[in-house]
């Protein structure tokens, strides 16, 4: 017979204990059954396999369900609070941008002016400018980097 035949048949015998199969294929499956003894032989040792499992009895201890219950709760609030801190920093970068973009024009006229008034040179209040523009980045990369090195520090504990 058809190779592909067997592997249709063993995946069905197969998702038929897992996830059940549609009834054309479980009546196609059934037809090939009685006519192949291999895969027939194959579909009887995974049931009683699976019978024998069902059968076996692992003892636990009674606190372990509620512990698991525990931890799932507590992982859960955590990432509940890193969330809502994350959201936090996303929209003050947000916001910080957004008036940093409407009002570049008026600061490098301030930067321009207070440089002339003082009397620097153009690159000195220029670089002042473009230190302005990247303080609210640099200061948001550092509470990250920070955030990061304490969840690494607690990981480790």
Not at 37 to 56: E, G, H, P, Y
Request: aromatic share 10%.
């Amino acid at each position: 017979m058809n190779e592909d035949v067997h592997a249709r048949a063993k995946h069905l015998i197969l998702a038929d204990h897992v996830e059940h199969i549609a009834q054309h294929e479980r009546e196609w499956l059934d037809q090939h059954l009685e006519t192949c003894t291999d895969c027939d032989r194959l579909a009887d040792a995974t049931q009683k396999a699976l019978r024998s499992l069902r059968a076996v009895s692992v003892p636990l201890p009674p606190s372990l369900a509620s512990r698991a219950q525990l931890r799932v709760y507590l992982r859960i609030e955590e990432l509940r609070t890193h969330r809502r801190g994350s959201w936090a920093l996303w929209i003050s970068c947000g916001l910080s941008w957004g008036f940093g973009a409407a009002s570049t024009p008026y600061v490098w006229r301030g930067f321009q002016w207070a440089g002339q008034y003082i009397g620097v040179p153009n690159v000195v209040w220029q670089m002042g400018f473009g230190l302005w523009w990247a303080l609210p980045a640099l200061v948001a990369a550092g509470i990250l980097l920070v955030e990061k090195l304490g969840e690494g520090s607690s990981e480790t504990q």
